[in-house]
């Protein structure tokens, strides 16, 4: 099983058809899209991650006409369900999964408005990829090779030395509660000063949490 991670940018037309008003909008962002469903009569529900003045995307919401229902919760952050009339570049998406690939879910929404689509299927699936992509559209590849679980690929970007202090720091007890080992503790089982246990431990856990807390 193959996996194929790329960031996909429109200069026209946006995968949500509030997307484009985003792009100029400094009071609210989207973060991610955590589920997507085609429905019977042809509409998308789609379930995105938003962050700011909820207020605001609420009116910018109302006002787009190819939204046909919308709700918001939270304040400051929160989700946004909504059903709408898909853009070409969403159903193209949303078609091309059928039957060939799934779509990793949550989609990032990375700063500059792009979408970070993680691909999973058989090898085949990828060989047919468009040559050519829609007018203002471009595809920016990320990441290509053997699917590993979201969780697996966080600690697949660690070094081989950090995976070594990780797993000295799990094994001798310095994550229990309470803890059960020292930065000193992990140093003297691998021979290196306390200091660098600290800096690799601090390193991993920003790696980690980063992955996991928005």
Known sequence: MRAVTVVVRSAGEAFHPVGERLREERRVTREAIHAVEQ??????????EVRGDL???RAIVDEAASVHEYAVSGDGSGYCYSRVEPTP???????????EFVVELPVEVT???GHRVTMVGPEGAFASAPAELPDGVEMELVSMGPYRPRVERVFAGLTDRQHEVLATAVRLGYYETPREATHEDVAGELDVEAGTVGKH???I???VFAAYVP
């Open 111 to 113: 700063d500059d408005g």
């Open 39 to 48: 429905r019977d009569d042809g509409t998308i529900a789609t379930l995105t």
């Open 89 to 99: 570049p969403l159903e193209r998406l949303v078609g091309r999964s059928r039957g």
């Open 205 to 207: 856990e920003s790696r």
């Open 55 to 57: 207020d605001r995307y």
């Open 201 to 203: 431990l601090r390193s």
